[in-house]
C-alpha cells in the first residue's frame, strides 16, 4: 500500500526567503505525486504534480517541486514565499490505475513571518 | 457550475441524529470522491462514484454511513445515528475521468460536522 511522510509538521520563514517542503513516498511503481495547499476553511487547491518526464516540476504561485526516484522524496520548493503562501501543504500519492484514490501526508503549516 | 459546491457549509447534530451532507460536481465531470478530514490533517478516502455507480467504497465504514450519487441531482453522503468521532470536515472532490494525473482531483471548500 502507499503512504506519504510529511516529517515537518510545522515551519516558520520569512517573507522573501526561500522554502522547502518536505516529502517522502512509499510505494513500489512510479507513483503519481501531488501537492495542494489548503487555505483556512478552504478545500484543497492543487498546486503541482508528477508522473513521468522532467523530475523538476513548475506548479502555480512560483511553487515548483523535484522528484527523486533514489530518495522517494517530491520536495516542494519556492524561491521567495509572500505573507499570502501561509496555509497547509499537502503532499499526495496516486496509485497508477488507482481511481485517482489519493493517499495523503498529515500536512505541513507554513507560517510566514513579516 | 466551475466549482465543486458542498452543502451545507457546517453542520451540528446531537449523538445519535442523522446527518446529510451534499455535492454538487463540476458540470462534465464523471467521478466524485468524498474525503474525512480529521484533526485537521488526516485525509481519509470514504468513497468515490463514476456517474451513478460507485466506484470504491474501501474506506466507507461499514455501519452508518451511506453515500449516493443519483442523475440530475447533488451527491449525498449521510450518517445514520452520528457518533462524536464523526466529528470532521468532510470534502468531496470531483475528477473528468479516472486517471490520476490527467484529470486530478477538484476539491470543494468542505462541510464542517460537529457531532455533541
Known amino acids: 500500500a502507499q503512504s506519504v511522510t510529511q516529517p515537518d509538521i510545522h515551519i516558520t520563514v520569512s517573507e522573501g526567503a526561500s522554502l522547502e517542503l518536505r516529502c517522502n513516498y512509499s510505494?513500489?511503481?512510479?507513483?503519481?505525486l501531488f501537492w495542494y495547499v489548503q487555505s483556512p476553511g478552504q478545500g484543497l487547491q492543487l498546486l503541482l504534480k508528477?508522473?513521468?518526464?522532467?523530475?523538476l516540476v513548475q506548479g502555480i504561485k512560483g511553487f515548483e517541486a523535484e522528484f527523486k526516484r533514489s530518495q522517494s522524496s517530491f520536495n516542494l520548493r519556492k524561491p521567495s514565499v509572500h505573507w499570502s503562501d501561509a496555509a497547509e501543504y499537502f503532499c499526495?500519492?496516486?496509485?497508477?490505475?488507482?481511481?485517482?484514490?489519493?493517499?495523503f501526508g498529515t500536512g505541513t503549516q507554513l507560517k510566514v513571518e513579516l | 457550475g466551475e466549482e465543486v459546491a458542498q452543502t451545507p457549509k457546517h453542520l451540528v447534530r446531537g449523538e445519535g441524529q442523522k446527518a446529510k451532507l451534499y455535492c454538487a460536481p463540476i458540470k462534465g465531470h464523471s467521478y466524485v470522491f468524498w474525503y474525512q478530514q480529521v484533526l485537521k490533517n488526516e485525509f481519509k478516502f470514504l468513497i468515490s462514484f463514476q456517474n451513478e455507480n460507485v466506484f470504491d467504497e474501501t474506506g466507507m465504514p461499514k455501519e452508518r454511513f451511506s453515500a449516493k450519487c443519483l442523475p440530475n441531482s447533488p451527491c449525498s453522503l449521510e450518517i445514520q445515528a452520528t457518533k462524536l468521532e464523526d466529528s470532521a470536515v468532510y470534502f468531496c472532490a470531483s475528477s473528468q475521468g479516472t486517471g490520476s494525473y490527467n484529470s486530478p482531483l477538484h476539491f470543494g471548500n468542505g462541510t464542517r460536522l460537529t457531532v455533541t
Open positions: 510505494y513500489g511503481a512510479t507513483p503519481y
Open positions: 508528477y508522473f513521468s518526464g522532467d523530475t
Open positions: 499526495a500519492v496516486g496509485a497508477t490505475g488507482g481511481g485517482n484514490k489519493l493517499t
